[in-house]
């Protein structure tokens, strides 16, 4: 007989208590979860005008666990798991949440470039539901971490708040558009899963050096900017990017820009099996903002990853890419 795990546990009682409330309060289940989060975290039902029978099935159900016995990647797994249940049933058909995989893998890479540091500032310019910038924070090993994630999207980042606080991290959201004017200190990290495609507001994006000679701009262009212009020199970007990136009509631009600006430290092609279609393949691309310490690699580290799931390819390419440290960095 198949035991229950805690996350398939913990998914149920938010999966259940947000079908309830979609219900009840005649919302979408994405909105639903949201408010059942809320209700987790605080320790009692906020909602009002509930009916007793709802009332007394909530009580049961948030009294069923307790988030004291959780783990942070329990709780943001089980989290995740409802999230992407709510975005398959068409709420938000244009955000997609990175895959656990990248996350994790970009967890690794962070730890690796940024070495053995006792404090990290670092900022996620289009965090949407926190999953991708939490699972960062819950694989790094570092005492202090100031963290910064913006959002335009006024349920995303409701979802991202909940996220945060489940998993106890302290996150400072910013509810707005990140391509207009931020008010953020220079950080040591971005990290950053690229909105792909134009960005419709021509007089902000005229502000950059990245902006398009004639119709919309590239949106994962300019956030690349902001990016870059909110990171402290010497400081570290991780993006996920198309693969096509370099192959476009704006690719000249873009390849100056970076040359004048950053170092390119890597590019990982991502497994096409983690994508629908393999036009929306996706690679992560690594660079250090230009200072009086970045590193300049005798090699930019160069990799295309195997299905995650084939463990011999992935040892073969974890070691080369553990030589590359070796012989780059000195780790």
């Known amino acids: 007989m198949k035991t229950i795990s805690k996350i398939e546990n913990l998914f149920a009682v938010m999966n259940e208590t947000a079908d309830l409330l979609a219900q009840e309060c005649d919302i979408t289940y994405i909105e639903a979860l949201a408010e059942t989060g809320e209700n987790l975290f605080q320790g009692s039902i906020l909602q009002e005008n509930l009916s007793e029978v709802t009332m007394k099935s909530l009580k049961r159900k948030y009294e069923s666990i307790s988030l004291d016995t959780f783990e942070k990647e329990e709780l943001r797994k089980a989290y995740q798991l409802a999230i992407l249940k709510g975005l398959k049933e068409g709420a938000h058909p244009n955000h997609q949440m990175t895959p656990d995989t990248i996350g994790l893998f970009l967890g690794y890479l962070v730890s690796k470039f940024i070495g053995k540091q006792s404090e990290l500032s670092i900022l996620d310019p289009a965090v949407g539901t926190g999953n991708l910038l939490t699972t960062i924070l819950n694989y790094l090993a570092i005492e202090k971490i100031d963290s910064y994630g913006v959002e335009v999207d006024d349920l995303l980042i409701k979802l991202a708040y909940i996220n945060a606080n489940l998993q106890?991290?302290?996150?400072?959201?910013?509810?707005?558009?990140?391509?207009?004017?931020?008010?953020?200190d220079p950080v040591d990290l971005v990290i950053c899963d690229l909105p792909v495609g134009y960005y419709p507001n021509d007089i902000e994006a005229a502000k950059y050096e990245l902006k398009a000679d004639e119709g919309h701009s590239y949106s994962h262009h300019l956030f690349m900017e902001q990016s870059i212009n909110h990171l402290k020199e010497d400081g570290y970007l991780f993006f996920i990017v198309p693969n096509s990136l370099f192959e476009t009509k704006e690719a000249p631009k873009l390849n100056n820009y970076l040359k004048k600006v950053a170092i390119i430290q890597g590019f990982i092609k991502l497994p096409l099996?983690?994508?629908?279609?393999?036009?929306?393949?996706?690679?992560?691309?690594?660079?250090?903002?230009?200072?009086?310490?970045?590193?300049?690699?005798?090699?930019?580290?160069?990799?295309?990853?195997?299905?995650?799931?084939?463990i011999d390819a992935m040892n073969s390419i974890m070691k080369q890419i553990e030589q590359w440290f070796k012989e780059n960095k000195n780790i």
Do not use: V
Not at 168 to 184: G, M, P, T
Not at 282 to 300: F, M
């Open 273 to 310: 099996s983690l994508f629908k279609d393999e036009r929306h393949g996706k690679s992560i691309l690594i660079l250090q903002k230009k200072g009086p310490d970045a590193l300049i690699p005798k090699q930019a580290m160069l990799a295309e990853l195997p299905k995650f799931s084939n």
């Open 168 to 184: 106890e991290h302290y996150i400072h959201f910013y509810n707005q558009d990140s391509l207009e004017r931020l008010l953020i």
